[in-house]
């Protein structure tokens, strides 16, 4: 433990051997200095090298509480324990006024007494110097506070201020000392009957001393012992800041509201009347003209107030301001018309103007134009809020005249489609009349040709007997087509009759009996898949038959000599799947695209001499989709193909 460093100041040598041997007695370490003079003592107390100082009341000419009172004005902090052996009454409380931690008489001083006063004495100090330094931290941030702060009696006399509320008082700290704080917050207020709850707050008038405005301004009011605690807030900024706020909503409010109307709408006239209508109450304005642009000058569709002597035919006049405009787009608040050089007189009465132009998408596509005899009114918040709306408007005229664009379009378009429908209909009734009249004489033909073919003999010369092979060759090309263009005229008559189960599990067994001779004639392997059970589908049984024989004679042909052909159907959850899987020439990937497109054929190096019309998978396509099924299909190039479709099963 460190020892205590203790001066005694006392004029008399045998006390200074007397404290020595009584602080020698205690548990404690102390190490003793003696001086025996005021000055001495002064002297060697302003060096400060001690925890504690013992003074004598009597020091010759002058007293111990001198030297205390001395020591107190140059700023000694440690400890001072005023000491005397004569018993003067009143000294004590004199001593302990002036700063004293401790008073004690020599006659009944004993060792422990001496000791227990030093430790409360410096302990005493030490709790003083930190109350010291609360009290200037404390007064401190009163003095740095952003609120002004204030202590009154509970009178309300104030007894203390910052430079916040001297500040808001126009006035110093002293000129407020002593005043009642109750002028400056309203005389009407009935203050100590709020003041002594805890924690009252309100909003009062703060009135400066200079001023008969007061401020707005928050009180937080609250009773600390016998005294009044005032933190006072200024909210002029709050209250304007609450305002803007308010105004912005109210604006955001209009502008949702606008909004809401104009995307209901695409009338053009509805548009311009509501967006005219709004903004003149929105400003205030006496008078208004709403227009689109046409042959670089304003057509005015809608128009308020005194603006027939404004407009030739029809047009806004051609004034400067309006030329301005038109040729840089930007908007012009006029608070003052009599000091705009540009400024046209439309109205005798106008003192301020507003122009907007209507901008959609960095293009101007009409002119807002407001007029006021009140030029207060057209502020530049307006101003700039009016902006916003005149920007949805452009938006939202932009749109109704692409809307009426479109309408114009699409009735053009459905015109043309009558007319089309009406041409497609003549071309398909040629066709069907033009296949139903070729059907009998390609029949004759035919008929001719085969019976030329059986009278040929050795004798004949071979061009004779190609000239009639190629005519048959001809003929039944013929007739494939007639019976094709006539299967999807079957198929059109089709669409409005009742469909009927077909099973495709029998439909599969036909169709492999029927070209097992064919593929067996080009060394081919016909193989069969089929499931055990009827698989019951709508639709027509012939056409569908068609369909897959189809399909399979694609497969034969398209195969080569001695090439696989597999026929397999399944059962896939709710649907029927038939595929017909060859391992042939396959199709080009660049031609697969058009591959079910009415009299296309993909036609390689292959399959170019392979003769065919080009409708068989348009007329497969036709019937699948007819009875609400899909096409499957995929092809590798020199791997071979794969064709089929999937039908939804009948409900039993």
């Known amino acids: 433990m460190q020892p205590i460093r203790v001066l005694l100041v006392d004029d008399d040598p045998d006390y200074h051997a007397l404290t020595s041997r009584m602080l020698a007695r205690t548990d404690q370490t102390f190490v003793l200095d003696w001086v025996g003079s005021y000055q001495e003592g002064l002297e060697v107390m302003l060096k400060r090298e001690h925890d504690i100082y013992l003074l004598d009341y009597n020091l010759g000419q002058m007293s111990g509480l001198e030297l205390l009172k001395q020591a ?52 005493r100090a030490h709790i003083t110097q930190q109350l010291r330094e609360n009290e200037e931290l404390y007064r401190s941030l009163i003095e740095e506070a952003f609120d002004a702060i204030v202590l009154t009696k509970l009178d309300g006399t104030i007894t203390l201020v910052n430079n916040r509320f001297c500040e808001l008082m126009h006035t110093t700290a002293d000129s407020l000392i002593n005043t009642p704080i109750q002028g400056y917050i309203g005389q009407d207020h009935d203050l100590l009957s709020i003041l002594t709850e805890q924690g009252t707050v309100f909003e009062r008038l703060l009135y400066p001393i200079d001023s008969q405005d007061g401020i707005d301004v928050e009180i937080s009011a609250k009773r600390i012992g016998q005294r009044l605690q005032f933190i006072i807030r200024d909210i002029t900024g709050r209250k304007e800041s609450i305002k803007e706020r308010d105004q912005y909503i109210q604006q955001l409010t209009i502008l949702r509201q606008v909004d809401s109307e104009l995307s209901e709408v695409l009338d053009m006239d509805y548009v311009m009347s509501m967006a005219l209508d709004a903004a003149v109450r929105l400003s205030g304005a006496d008078a208004g003209c709403i227009g689109l642009i046409e042959n670089n000058r304003i057509l005015v569709k809608e128009a308020i107030g005194h603006f027939n002597d404004a407009l030739e035919d029809g047009y806004l006049r051609d004034i400067p301001l309006v030329r301005h405009i038109l040729n840089d787009n930007t908007p012009r608040l006029i608070q003052n018309v009599d000091e705009e050089p540009d400024y046209v007189q439309l109205h005798e009465k106008t003192r301020a103007q507003m122009l907007l132009p209507l901008m959609s998408y960095e293009r101007m596509v009409g002119l807002l134009n407001l007029e006021t005899s009140k030029p207060e009114r057209f502020t530049k918040d307006i101003f700039e809020f009016l902006q916003l709306v005149t920007a949805r408007v452009a938006v939202a005229l932009e749109n109704a005249q692409l809307y009426q664009i479109v309408q114009d379009r699409f009735a053009e378009l459905e015109r043309l489609y009558v007319q089309v429908s009406h041409l497609e209909q003549i071309k398909t009734d040629m066709i069907r009349i033009a296949a139903h009249d070729l059907r009998n004489p390609v029949s004759v033909i035919l008929g001719y040709a085969e019976l030329l073919e059986g009278m040929v003999d050795d004798t004949m010369p071979e061009r004779f007997k190609k000239y009639i092979s190629m005519i048959e060759t001809a003929a039944r090309r013929m007739q494939k087509i007639t019976t094709d263009i006539l299967s999807l005229e079957r198929i059109e008559n089709l669409q409005t009759q009742e469909l009927s189960p077909a099973d495709l599990t029998s439909l599969v067994a036909e169709i492999y009996s029927d070209f097992e001779g064919q593929a067996l004639l080009k060394s081919q392997k016909l193989h069969l898949e089929t499931v055990d059970t009827p698989l019951m589908v709508l639709g027509d049984p012939t056409q569908l038959h068609e369909a897959m ?42 031609m697969q695209f058009q591959l079910f497109q009415p009299f296309y054929r993909a036609k390689t190096d292959e399959t170019k001499d392979v003769e065919g019309t080009g409708l068989g998978l348009y007329l497969i396509k036709s019937i699948i989709e007819r009875y609400g099924g899909n096409i499957i299909f995929q092809s590798k190039y020199g791997k071979g193909s794969t064709f089929g479709f999937s039908l939804p099963l009948a409900s039993e």
């Open 72 to 123: 107190q004005t140059h700023g000694i902090d440690a400890p001072i324990i005023m000491m005397t052996g004569q018993g003067h009454q009143g000294v004590d409380l004199e001593a302990l006024q002036a700063g004293a931690m401790d008073y004690i008489d020599k006659v009944e001083l004993k060792p422990t007494a001496l000791q227990r006063s030093i430790r409360y004495s410096m302990e």
């Open 549 to 590: 024989a189809n399909l399979l004679s694609n497969a034969v042909k398209y195969t080569q000599e001695r090439g696989d052909i597999t026929i397999k159907l399944e059962k896939n959850g709710e649907f029927a799947e038939f595929r017909v899987i060859d391992n042939g020439f396959g199709i080009p990937e660049n």
